[in-house]
């Protein structure tokens, strides 16, 4: 809970300007009804441009009328405090490089004490979203929201809350452990006797006090990884972004860092987690947003994710298909939805909530051999699959 | 900040010292290549004797007064010639024991006696050797223009003379013949002494207020110490250093591109801090390797060739100040191309063509005259060696701190430039 402090405060300077706002707007429109609609009118642009910009187009509520003014400004409170609540929000972010549409109006929040994964190929656009959100790359359109305040209104302030593990080991190989964690402590702004401090805390906390004082290059891939990892956190951001940490690396050395980020969540910090594999996603991520080519497909919890494929099942047919289409057979589109289809294999997902039996009924009758039937759970990988007709791991 | 910057690379350059020694070796390399290419050193830091073969294959009188010539008075002050048959002398060369070897060919003197043919002298160089046989050639030529001076004015006593040498003239001949000779050196004397031309070096005034007598024993300390030959190593030695600094330079920059390519210049960049510290850290160790390189190539240079260096603490500066402005340069050159193999190439055109148009490897005079007048008074490289070198020399005012200035404006210039563009590449993208 360690950012809850700066948090509450910037909330608190928020809601103390917007009930300045309010204050000041009541009481002129009841002294001074025609003065007081112009200044509120005003008002409610000027505070629709810093809550969100999407919103200035409202300037139509001119027309609604004074009670319509009045709704529009407390709905444009309430958008402002959920920006406020959210402690990373990304509205419309777009880079292109060249004719390369890297990312492509891409929207999300992530709120403290929440990972919101974003799974994607590579190539997705995923490092390039980080890039910008740390603010390391200037996106061609949209804005970073770093709680409540847009990153290029205040980069340095942004950054000072803000940790970031990049993809790649940026970490000083001939030094030690210890000494590059306190180095990018005191480049975090901390005094030495504070670096040195969080550095031992840190240290045990990724169970690398006994190899402390070993130079970077003699650890394992996985020590790296977490000592990468560390140096991003001694400063105790409140939000972390993590570019695919456990690349690379083997599967004990995944689940160490996988735990370690569990409990950082816990702790209340606000991660974003970009990723490729799908199980590091299902397991970790509270939401998910999948990308590719650079466009936010579908986000939401894993739940919400797998219902948009129709329910809970889904039914894998195996028979021979090159000679016979779904669109040959009759009213087969109003009781299934095709997910993936091959020469092989047919991918299925009830229309509707129905038994699964009658549907496999169905699925049994229909005008091809089929050799095989299997139910199963529909995975990220068959969401991306109905997203984007390719799996993720192609 | 920075000093946290400096104890990072400090301790990667303790843990991993390669780079470092690479860099520290390669200014005693240069020092002990100039030392080779410009031959061995005299006492006094003077050019010594030079030793080499005469080879008198004409075996007439006349020659062997010309063969005993380079062997009288002065001669024998700075030269050291050792008589012998060609293939006895070819051999020495070979052996790297004599610097040329003097060929007086047959008939030599009835070819000048008679005028028959152009005066001819072989001299064969040590090619192993640059200054000892480029010395015995300048004064070679001198000896044949001599002669061939001697022809034009007493070509018709020739015949006569060479009778005399040969014993078939009686006194009163001879005696005719000195007269004759006399009478026509002395309605050249006008022309010969005082020499039509003549070259008088201005001594610098002495400073106001300064002691007179001082002032005196001070010039001719300097005059002292720029006789000889040390003045002329102490001007090589300032032009190759101020280029080799420029490849050292360059290879004191390759950390920054370490850093862009393991990405920590990038870690640092999502941090709050700006990037002038991480960049002016850079700079400041970089100046640092090159000072140690500057103090082994000045100071061991000083040494084994013998030189005073007028003024150390000025040149010290001096030193300072364009190791700044090298460092800062390739700052700006790695921002330009961070990729290490594409900047190889950039940086050594850039190194060549600052350290050539600047003057540092070849006189100013010798420069293509578009380069001389338009490109070389910009070149920091040609601020400090000028600089450095007029300083050397004592002649006319010592410009040091204006070019320090300068030197410092630059580098704070390019630094500047150098983050402006790492902010650029990073907001567009580094990779």
Redesign the interface.
Known sequence: MFHASSFAKATEDRQGECAEKKELFNRKDRKEPMEGRRHISFRCRHVIAMATPSFRGLERVKGVGHAGRIFACRFINIAYTIRLMNMLGVERLAKT?GAIHAVDAVSFEVRPGEIYGLLGPNGAGKTTTI?MI?????PDAGEVFVAGTALGAD???A??I?G?V?Q????????TGR?NLE??G????LSARDARARTSELLAALTLTDRAKD?VKTYSGGMKRRINLG?ALLHRPQLLLLDEPTVGIDPQARLNILEFIGNLRASGTAILYTTHYLEEAESLCQRIGIIDHGRLLAEGTLVELQRRLGGDRLFALEADFKNSSPDEWNGFHQRFRVIQKSEKQLVVAAVGTRDPAECLKDLLALPVRVENVTVKRPSLNDVFLQLTGRELRE | ?LH?LLA?DL??AW??PLPWIINLIVPLAMTALIGLVFGGKGDNGALGRIRFAVVNEDKRILSDFLRNAANQSQGNKYLDPVFMEREEALKLINANKISAVLIIETNFVRNYLTAREPVTLTLIKNPAEAIHPAVLEELTGAMVTGLNAISRNFNAEFPAWERVFEGKEDYHRVSFLIDQAGDKLKAARQFIDPPLVSYEKEEPAPERGTNQVAATGNAKGARSANDGWSGLFAYLLIGMSAMFLLFLGQNAMTDLQRELR???F????????DVWPFLVSKVVFAVVMLLICSAIMFGGGGVAFQIHWQNPLALSALIAGYSCFVAALFAVLVALVPDERRASALNNIAGMALGLAGGCAFPRQQLPVFVRDHITPWMPSYWFADAARSMQSGAGQNPWGATLFQLLLSAAILTAVAAWLFRRK????LH
Request: with cysteine; proline share 4%.
């Open positions: 490089f890039a740390s603010g390391l790359l200037k980069p340095r302030k950054k000072r803000m970031v990049p790649e080991l940026a970490i000083y190989e001939e030094l000494e180095f990018w005191r480049m975090a702004g130079a140096c | 900040m946290v990072k301790r990667r843990r991993n393991q990405r920590t990038e870690r640092y960049q999502t941090l709050h801090q990073f907001r567009i993208g």
